[in-house]
C-alpha cells in the first residue's frame, strides 16, 4: 500500500513540477521550487537552499507541489525506516529477533539493534499500521503496559515539588494542568499539546529559544510560559538550579539506582558544548531514573511471568510488551499492572495503562 501510494505521489509531484526529477533528493528538490517555481528561500546551508521539513511546513499553502512533497517523504521514511526494515528481518520462523544491549544508551535504557525496535512510532496515529503487524502467535495475546507520565512521576519524587506530587497523586493529567495554569480554564487540544512541551522542555533541559523554535513562537512568548511554568512548580526551578551546581562542582550526575554520568564538558571553553553538558545535567537524572526504574520492573516481571508460561517480548521508551497464552491473558494483565505500579519506591505514585490484544496496535490503546 505504501509503495503504490509512494508512486501514485511521485507521479503527482512531477505532474506539478512540470518535468521528471527525484523528490527525495534535496537537491533536486530545492532545484524545484526555488528555481523553477520561483519560490522564496527560506533558509540556507552550506550546500545550498534548505528543505528540511521546518522549511516545507514554511513554504505550505504558497504552491500546491509543497503538501504532496510532504506526504511522500513520510510514505517514503516508513517504507524506508520501518516496512522495509522490518520485513527483511523476518527470520525463517517468521518472527523478529532484534539484539538487545544494555550499556550502549547513556540513559540507561536498552538498546535494540538488527532491526532497531525502539524507533518503532507508538502515538503517532500516521504509523499505527505499522504496529498492526506484529502479531501473537498463534493462541497467545500481546499485552502492552504503558507506564503514565512517568518521566513527570521522577521529577515529582527528585525535586519534591507539591504541587506537581499532588497533582500526580490526584491522577490529573498533568499537561492539561499546566496548560490550564498558562491559558485559563478550558483549553482547547492545541493548548494541551503547549501544555506538554513546555512540561518535557524543563526535563530535556531546554530554554526558551529551543522550545519557542518547536512550538514556532517568537522566543519571548516561550520565555513567559517557561517563567509561569516555574512559578507554578517553584521546586522544578529550585530543583534544576541545585543540580545543576552539584553537577559543575563534582563533575557528573547520578541516577535513581545511583548510577553516575561524567560530564565533562560542563567546563568547556566551547558555549554549545557547555550549554549541551547543561542540558544533559539537568536531564539524565530524570529520563536515566526511569531507564532505571524500567529495568527493575523487567527483571520483577521476569519471575511471575513464568509461572504464567508468558514472557517479555520488548521493551521500547516508556512501555513493556509480554505475550500471553490465551487462557492466562487476563492474569497476566493484572500482574504487568501490579509490577510496574509498585516498582520504585517514589514518592508519588506511578500508574499503568495495560492492555491486551491480537496484534501490538490493538494491545497499544
Not at 22 to 41: A, C, M, R, T
Not at 55 to 74: A, D, F, M, N, S
Not at 151 to 169: F, I
Request: with cysteine; glycine share 8%.
Amino acid at each position: 500500500q505504501l509503495k503504490i501510494e509512494r508512486t501514485t505521489l511521485r507521479g503527482r509531484i512531477r505532474e506539478l513540477a512540470g518535468r521528471a526529477f527525484n523528490p527525495g533528493s534535496p537537491k533536486q528538490l530545492g532545484e524545484v521550487l526555488f528555481d523553477d517555481l520561483g519560490l522564496k528561500v527560506v533558509k540556507r546551508t552550506k550546500r545550498g537552499p534548505s528543505v528540511d521539513a521546518e522549511v516545507l511546513e514554511t513554504l505550505k499553502g504558497q504552491h500546491p507541489i509543497i503538501e504532496p512533497v510532504q506526504r511522500y517523504r513520510t510514505v517514503d521514511q516508513m517504507i524506508h525506516t520501518y516496512t522495509d526494515v522490518l520485513a527483511d528481518a523476518v527470520r525463517d520462523d517468521g518472527r523478529i529477533h532484534p539484539t538487545f544491549l544494555a550499556t550502549l544508551s547513556v540513559s540507561g535504557r536498552l538498546h535494540s539493534t538488527d532491526p532497531d525496535l525502539q524507533r518503532t512510532p507508538l502515538h503517532d496515529p500516521e504509523f499505527r499500521s505499522i504496529r498492526e503487524a506484529f502479531l501473537a502467535r498463534d493462541g497467545h495475546r500481546l499485552i502492552a503496559g504503558d507506564w503514565a507520565q512517568m518521566e513527570l512521576a521522577v521529577l515529582a519524587h527528585l525535586s519534591g515539588d507539591e504541587a506537581l506530587s499532588e497533582a500526580l497523586r490526584a491522577g490529573t493529567d498533568v499537561h492539561a494542568h499546566t496548560a490550564r495554569g498558562l491559558f485559563g480554564d478550558p483549553i482547547t487540544p492545541e493548548q494541551r499539546t503547549i501544555g506538554k512541551l513546555v512540561n518535557y522542555a524543563t526535563i530535556y533541559g531546554q530554554g526558551p529559544k529551543a522550545l519557542g523554535k518547536r512550538l514556532g513562537v517568537k522566543m519571548g512568548e516561550a520565555k513567559a510560559w517557561i517563567t509561569e511554568l516555574f512559578a507554578m512548580y517553584p521546586g522544578i526551578a529550585q530543583w534544576r538550579d541545585d543540580t545543576l551546581r552539584r553537577a559543575q562542582a563534582d563533575g557528573y550526575v547520578t541516577t535513581w539506582a545511583g548510577r553516575r554520568r561524567y560530564l565533562p564538558d560542563l567546563w568547556s571553553g566551547d558555549p554549545a558544548a557547555r550549554a549541551r553538558a547543561e542540558r544533559q545535567a539537568i536531564n539524565t537524572p530524570v529520563q536515566g531514573s526511569a531507564a532505571d526504574l524500567c529495568k527493575r520492573a523487567m527483571t520483577a516481571l521476569a519471575g511471575r511471568l513464568r509461572d504464567q508460561d508468558a514472557s517479555l517480548v520488548l521493551q521500547v521508551h516508556d512501555e513493556l510488551l509480554v505475550e500471553a497464552p490465551e487462557p492466562h491473558a487476563t492474569a497476566v494483565v493484572d500482574i504487568v499492572r501490579d509490577v510496574m505500579e509498585s516498582v520504585g519506591p517514589l514518592d508519588v505514585p506511578l500508574r499503568a495503562v495495560v492492555n491486551e490484544g491480537a496484534t501490538w496496535a490493538q494491545a497499544h490503546r
